[in-house]
């Protein structure tokens, strides 16, 4: 089954203790993105990909990294995270950057 | 720099009544493209429809519609015959051409009450 799949769903950690949140794509699509979702803001972009190796900067991508090294893995990293940081959390990939996103299920993170 | 409002934050309707949600976007590039998404309460996202900055035919899908205007920089989405299953926050996006960057609106929070 084609799938976005991100890991974990929930997610309680304190401030300051580094974090990844997993995304892995099966469809073999280059452009994959993380988006973060808070009450009367919307969607904003962290971070995208169009391909192995190639990452950029989105709308808010204060506080986080992120990595390319296969083309189906996508991971979320907050090094330091802070209260400001919780949030409901999106991975996505599309075939190319103009193509439908495909999302996963989200990942809600709560930074104490 | 390119944006997507949707000034609608929040509407109720009745069931099978007509809604429209609109859609206003800024963008620099002659090329570019357009989505609407839905998140239903179980929070998963949903693409509904991409439409290109060259084709300006409306599109209709059951009981979903789409009017895309250049003129007025407008995507607007029209559900006839609400039904509670409609009930959902709504995103429109964008993404030109020149650039990789999808930006959604804010999203519009549609609730159907029977």
């Known amino acids: 089954e084609a799938q976005v799949t991100q890991n974990p769903r929930y997610l309680i950690t304190v401030t300051g203790k580094k974090l990844t949140v997993t995304c892995s794509q099966n469809m073999n699509h280059e452009y994959m993105s993380w988006y973060r979702q808070d009450p009367g803001l919307g969607l904003r972009q962290i971070y995208y990909?169009?391909?192995?190796?190639?990452?950029d900067k989105g709308d808010v991508p204060e506080g986080y990294k992120v990595s390319r090294k296969e083309k189906r893995n996508f991971p979320l990293i907050l090094e330091s995270p802070s209260p400001n940081q919780t949030s409901l959390y999106f991975c996505a990939s599309s075939l190319v950057g103009s193509s439908p996103l495909h999302f996963g299920n989200g990942t809600r993170l709560t930074v104490t | 720099a390119q944006k997507v409002t949707q000034a609608q934050t929040e509407i109720s309707v009745v069931e099978k009544e007509d809604v429209t949600l609109d859609c206003v976007y800024e963008?620099?590039?002659?090329?570019?493209?357009l989505f609407w998404y839905k998140q239903p309460p179980s929070g998963e996202l949903v693409f509904l429809i991409r439409r290109n900055s060259f084709d300006e035919q409306n599109e209709i899908s059951g009981r979903y519609s789409w009017n895309f205007q250049k003129s007025t920089s407008s995507f607007n989405f029209t559900i006839t015959a609400s039904q509670v299953v409609d009930s959902a926050v709504y995103f429109c996006a964008l993404r030109s051409n020149s650039g990789y960057a999808l930006n959604f609106g804010k999203g519009t929070s549609l609730l159907v009450t029977p």
């Open positions: 990909s169009m391909n192995v190796e190639v990452t």
């Open positions: 963008t620099r590039d002659t090329t570019y493209y």
